[in-house]
């Protein structure tokens, strides 16, 4: 019996319905492998559509390793893939997620295996397994704030503190700076961590407008008027959503609104390891009134649960005892890995192979995606898609979870100047480059597609 799907199948343009279609068949054994597929002009006829749509469906089902195009012979079903399982059909989980900003692998898993051998080795995991300083040992806060110095700001390790990442740190220096219910400042499109904070502290986040430097000046200080808010929470480094890269003029601009308006900054630059030529923090224009925080979750690996910040001296006390009450303390075998490889020089190693690898794929980013993508300052691992006349990121979003792609649409605070609608697309979330390659070449054509209307 000749194979036809039952259309229309999910949603999205009918080519990509098609592909849809035939992995559920496969996954639940309606079609065989090996079983011979109409032509394209078969399939056209029966279904209606042109033979345009129905090559485009051949094509990207060839693509994901459904079937076999042979010249000469026809178009054969390939044998189903671990990926193909029932559970793993259209309704299942997504094969490639460019919703988590997640770095690409580099070696880092055979690098902390290593150092962990060395901490056993040497008899040091003792040390590490009891209730030890809040603000995190001595010898971690001094190895880190000789990083920090040397890659971004000069600090003193008697002002560092060793955290839970960088999202606890954020949530501390929140919970020191705002009382439940007071407004907080942030990009309009900001840090999903910071929403979800926001949510559980009761803060009322005041969205700021955006343009192709980051933060609008004036719009801060019209914000700081309007809101009453003494804090400003933001990413000066290629910013979370858009990747915006805010030159030094800017963020001079940004710390004398603040220094104004007596208010505070807490400033995550969790991708400031990616700019080989750092550019100044705010925190060395507001050394004492920031609180700049990083993480070792993107330069070496998220699993860590590692980021250190900088307080400014006169809250110390308070800053001890917020990270007393949320945790007692850092893990500090995860800090020792840490502490480890900034001492060997291996984790500057790390950082230069992840900078090749956010180059790598930024350039197949603009290679696929050309024009739609915004300028990039510093290749990263996030890069911001531009919809087009008549698209839509939500409908982006929908339609490209029908090809086994996650995506997340923004959702800007304020209705607002916030660059246009758009997409974050995370690009170290694909196993591979080729696999990168492939879901944005899918997400081109989706974009691309005269039909997808049709639905």
Known sequence: MVWYPKLPFGEGPRYLQIVDALRSDIATGTVAAGEQLPTHREMASRLGLSVGTVSKAYAAAERRGLISGQVGRGTFVMPPSPELSVSEAPEGPRLVNLALNAPPATGEDQLLARTLAAILEENRLPGLLGYLPHQGREDHRVTVADWISRHALRVEPANVYITHGAQHAISVAARLLARQG?????????????TALALMEGYALHGVAMDAHGLVPAALDRAFGESGAKVLYCTPTLQSATAILMPAERRREIAEVV???????????????????????????????????????????????????????????????????????????????????????????????????????????????????????????????????????????AQAAQAGITLAAPSPLRAIPSMGDGIRLCLGGASTPDALRGALATLREILSDAEMALV
């Not at 007071?182 to 910071?194: D, F, H, I, K, P």
């Open 259 to 397: 220094q104004r308006h007596d208010a505070w900054v807490i400033e995550d630059d969790a991708y400031g390891f990616l700019c080989s030529d750092p550019l100044p923090t705010l925190a060395s224009y507001l050394p004492d009134r920031s609180f700049y925080i990083v993480s070792f979750a993107k330069c070496l690996s998220p699993g860590l649960r590692v980021g250190a910040m900088v307080a400014p001296t006169a809250f110390r006390d308070r800053t001890v005892n917020a990270i007393r009450s949320t945790g007692w303390m850092a893990t500090p075998l995860m800090a020792d890995l840490v502490a480890r490889t900034i001492g060997d020089g291996s984790l500057d190693k790390q950082i230069e192979l992840k900078r090749a690898a956010a180059a790598e794929r930024t350039t197949i980013a603009r290679e696929m995606l050309g024009s739609l993508l915004a300028p990039v300052g510093v290749p990263a691992f996030h890069a911001w898609l531009q919809m087009p006349a008549g698209r839509t990121s939500q409908g982006l979003s």
């Open 182 to 194: 007071a407004s907080v400042l942030t990009e309009n499109l900001t840090y999903s961590g910071m």
